[in-house]
Nanobody
Framework: VQLVETGGGLVQPGGSLRLSCAASGFIFSTYEMSWYRQAPGKERELVAT????????NYADSVKGRFTISRVNAKNTVYLQMNSLKPEDTAVYYC????????WGQGTQVTVSS
C-alpha cells in the first residue's frame, strides 16, 4: 500500500496550491479519503474528507470556502485545492485512506510566507 503526496511548496499569502495524493495497493474507489495537516508543535488535525464516490465532502471550519477536496477514482488520486492561503495554513499535509483498514501518506510540506 502506498499513498504519495505531491504539490507542496512555498507560496505567498493569498496564493494557491493543489496537492495530489496517488494511491496504490488497495481498492481506492471503496475508501473514504481525507487530508490532515500538522503544524509545528501542534496536533494533527483533519482538514477535509470525501466519500468513496465523491458525493460527500466535509471541511474543517478553518478552511471552508478556501479549500476543495476532490477525487478521480479512475486515476486512484485525491486532490486538495487550496486557495487564499494564509500563514496559519503552514503545515505538513497528509493523505489518509480509511475503510476497515487505514493508511497514511508520508506528507508534503506547505509553507505560506512572504
Amino acid at each position: 500500500v502506498q499513498l504519495v503526496e505531491t504539490g507542496g511548496g512555498l507560496v505567498q499569502p493569498g496564493g494557491s496550491l493543489r496537492l495530489s495524493c496517488a494511491a496504490s495497493g488497495f481498492i481506492f474507489s471503496t475508501y473514504e479519503m481525507s487530508w490532515y495537516r500538522q503544524a509545528p508543535g501542534k496536533e494533527r488535525e483533519l482538514v477535509a474528507t470525501i466519500g468513496s464516490g465523491g458525493g460527500t465532502r466535509n471541511y474543517a471550519d478553518s478552511v471552508k470556502g478556501r479549500f476543495t477536496i476532490s477525487r478521480v477514482n479512475a486515476k486512484n488520486t485525491v486532490y486538495l485545492q487550496m486557495n487564499s492561503l494564509k500563514p496559519e495554513d503552514t503545515a505538513v499535509y497528509y493523505c489518509y485512506a480509511r475503510k476497515w483498514m487505514a493508511y497514511w501518506g508520508q506528507g508534503t510540506q506547505v509553507t505560506v510566507s512572504s
